[in-house]
């Protein structure tokens, strides 16, 4: 279920809505223990893998950058999207097989 947190931490905007952060979920902290900003989301949902599916509703991208593999989750919620998870996971063979489908 989606709460209409529309006081817009910015206005990046993927798929023509704007894409909000999940302030219940601690998303703000999680891209700031990662280092990641918003442009690194967008890039990560725009370019990434769909690796598995997820419930309706959700999507979960992962994108490789370098040695490291960058992971967002996020909810659409009719009129905005939601970043429910970002993360940053170590490239293992075993994980880059994933994203290349195998």
Known sequence: MCI?????????NWRKKPVVLDHKR???SEMIECDLDFD????TLDCGVEVKKR???????????GKSILIVAIEDCDDYWLIRHVGRIRATK?????????
């Open 40 to 43: 690194c989301i967008i890039e």
């Open 55 to 65: 419930k309706k509703g959700i999507i979960e991208k992962w994108y490789q950058i």
């Open 26 to 28: 601690n998303v703000d």
């Open 4 to 12: 209409n947190i529309y006081n817009s931490d910015s206005m990046y």
């Open 94 to 102: 075993k994980k880059l097989k994933l994203m290349r489908g195998g």
